[in-house]
């Protein structure tokens, strides 16, 4: 068993023309940012009834697999896994630049985002929206003091642990912060429950370790290095439980909905009557994001078929963002009751499902933050001692595997 | 020895009131329409009665379901338009109500219920929406950096954000391209003194008399007397904000 050595990416045109690629979906978010601050957020598909979108889908799913992104560094030093510690400093990098991806998304996309550094000194602490700007900051301070240890000499262990520790906390911490923005809105049918918050954390478990996944193969395919077979089928088998947990409150989530009669109506819309909505829940969102993915990731010849692996956490991305989707626009489509025991008519929309159709200016600009948080991801490894070289089985413990 | 009560001591009083005086003289000095309320800490003093809890207590059971006057003076008090866009911001909308179980239709204005409790001031980042001491809730738009969550927390989609550039904004009502705007009670002709709002002298002036503004807190106020002899109810009561805006006969 060889010590394990990080290198830099080759300067190869695959990895540049990859970087390139990136680079020009952000660019074109950039555009698309600037042509929405020119006219107003008239030339999008949002309005008064929708008032967050597809950017917001984009925006959170990236928050949300920013913490779970971590999993696999502090599955290796929290819970001491040795056979994960290799891949730990890509973890911790990527947990650092989809949370800056999702971000940059999220203050784009503000009405006025010029006035973002009144965000930073006018806080108003019963808002969990203040609280997460402290909670996303914090996190990646936190994540790459973790890195430092991880990669630095001479740190003692226990830093080394102290620094881990903390970052699981906090990435608990910061998920359940996002899910309670959802959660915490009495308002609205579609949310006011408690369960967003475990609900949002197990989301984050699958969609981040399904991001590192998908990352860590397209790194090692485009440099010719190694991704042990071994550590990805442990890794596949282990976002299949996730994906399974996700379900699991899911399930929790409408069943508790459905009992109670105030949430009946929003239930029978996102379930059975909502058209686009229940479609994506139960195609999008169970069929392709759940079942299939569990299908193909528990399926016995997965150690040799490194497509179903590929496919399963493809499929789990995309189900996430539909998730996201039915989560966000489908609970604002379903009216608000404000008059509960009456049919209401206005001119403003009120008792009629409403209406959203994302356009390309919200697209580019969600999609400008996955390629920001790859892009960032990309130009760490191309500089830095993230991937290792020699990620072989022979150089992965299989005793530890085994645990 | 006499020791003088807080209202005696002379120096800090006179201090006080000679700030808030000038600060009343800078603002009626520089312009008309000009209002500088920002300046002097609680510039707005003058409106600002002690103790006040200003609402609005409207009646269904007066309001007929084809008049808008409150909505159309509104919109020319405050300089909003609706087109009919899903973008288009409604500060006071006409709600028409058919009760499920019996058939009865009933028709009312919705606007911001300026509660006790606002969901909006709790989750905004900034702080841009607040509570007054009188009880209206406000977006400040120099701080509100169009994020959109008081909209998705309002239970009365009382709010509107603005999606486009806006020309000609009234002096009295500052509004602002990517910021989130409501019904501000008319907060404006409060504070000069006015004693209602746009909307409340619409409705007087159709004759329908289906809206009462005042102060809660005053047990002489026509408002007042009005709500502690009739029944009247809030919307959405159930989650217990404590409503500014009060209705009879839904």
């Known amino acids: 068993m060889e010590r394990i050595v990080y290198r830099e990416l080759k300067s190869t045109p695959k990895v540049w023309g990859l970087m390139a690629l990136c680079a020009a979906f952000v660019g074109a978010a950039g555009l698309s940012v600037l042509y929405i601050e020119h006219h107003g957020h008239i030339v999008t598909g949002m309005n008064n009834q929708i008032v967050w979108g597809l950017p917001h889908v984009f925006a959170i799913f990236l928050i949300v697999a920013a913490s779970g992104a971590l999993n696999v560094s502090s599955i290796g030093s929290v819970f001491g896994k040795m056979a994960y510690k290799p891949v730990a400093r890509l973890s911790n990098v990527l947990a650092v630049s989809l949370l800056a991806g999702g971000l940059a998304v999220l203050v784009l996309d503000l009405g006025r985002p010029d006035r973002l550094v009144l965000a930073m000194y006018t806080y108003n602490f019963t808002s969990i929206f203040a609280w997460n700007i402290l909670l996303y900051t914090g996190f990646m301070a936190v994540v790459a003091v973790y890195l430092y240890t991880l990669m630095a000499r001479g740190v003692p262990a226990k830093a080394l642990k102290a620094a881990s520790l903390l970052a699981f906390v906090w990435r608990l911490a910061l998920t359940t912060g996002t899910g309670s923005i959802f959660g915490w809105l009495v308002a609205r049918q579609a949310y006011d429950a408690a369960i967003m918050a475990p609900l949002f954390i197990a989301m984050s478990f699958a969609f981040g370790m399904a991001m590192f996944m998908l990352v860590m193969i397209l790194t090692t395919s485009i440099t010719s290095r190694v991704y042990s077979p071994e550590l990805r089928t442990r890794q596949a088998r282990l976002l299949g439980v996730f994906v399974a947990v996700v379900m699991y409150f899911t399930l929790v989530q409408h069943l508790s909905a459905i009992y109670v009669a105030e949430h009946t109506g929003v239930e029978r819309f996102i379930l059975l009557e909502g058209g686009i909505y229940t479609r994506l829940f139960w195609v999008g969102q169970i069929l392709l994001g759940g079942i299939i993915p569990m299908i193909l990731l528990f399926h016995p010849k997965i150690d040799t078929q490194k497509i179903y692996v590929l496919l399963g956490a493809l499929l789990v991305v995309l189900g996430g963002m539909v998730q996201l989707y039915v989560i966000i626009v489908g609970g604002q489509a379903y009216p608000l009751e404000i008059f509960p025991g009456f049919e209401v008519s206005s001119s403003f929309s009120d008792g009629v499902i409403n209406s959203y159709t994302p356009t390309y200016l919200e697209l580019m600009l969600g999609l400008g933050g996955v390629a920001l948080a790859l892009m960032i991801a990309g130009l760490a490894m191309k500089f830095l001692r993230i991937v290792p070289d020699n990620l072989s089985d022979d150089n992965v413990d299989p005793a530890v595997l085994a645990d | ?250």
Not at chain 2, 11 to 27: H, P
Not at chain 2, 175 to 201: P, Q, S, Y
Not at chain 2, 206 to 234: C, H, K, R, W
């Open chain 2, 1 to 250: 020895m006499i020791i003088p009560t807080k209202k005696e001591k002379g120096a800090e009083v006179s201090r006080r009131d000679f700030l808030k005086s000038g600060a009343a003289l800078a603002t009626v000095t520089l312009a008309p329409g000009v209002t500088l309320m920002a300046f002097g800490g609680k510039a707005q003093a003058d409106g600002l009665k002690p103790g006040a809890r200003w609402g609005l207590l409207i009646d269904a059971g007066k309001c007929p379901e084809d008049c808008s006057a409150c909505v159309s003076a509104c919109s020319q008090e405050h300089g909003w338009e609706d087109n009919g866009l899903d973008t288009d911001p409604q500060w006071i909308r006409k709600v028409t109500l058919k009760e499920t179980a019996t058939g009865r239709e009933n028709s009312l204005p919705v606007m911001c219920q300026h509660c006790e409790s606002p969901p909006c001031v709790d989750v905004c980042p900034t702080g841009a929406s607040f509570k007054r001491e009188d009880g209206i809730v406000l977006v400040n738009r120099h701080t509100c950096i169009g994020c959109r969550y008081c909209m998705m927390a309002c239970p009365f989609k009382a709010r509107s954000f603005v999606h486009e550039q806006i020309t000609d904004q009234k002096t009295t009502t500052p509004r602002g391209n990517g910021t989130v705007e409501g019904c501000n009670l008319c907060v404006h002709k409060i504070d000069r003194g006015d004693g209602t709002t746009a909307c409340v002298e619409a409705c007087q002036a159709t004759g329908n008399n289906a809206m009462m503004f005042g102060d809660l807190n005053d047990p002489e106020s026509e408002i007042a007397v009005a709500v502690a002899t009739y029944a009247s109810q809030e919307l959405r009561a159930d989650l217990g904000l404590g409503l500014g805006v009060r209705y009879q006969n839904i």
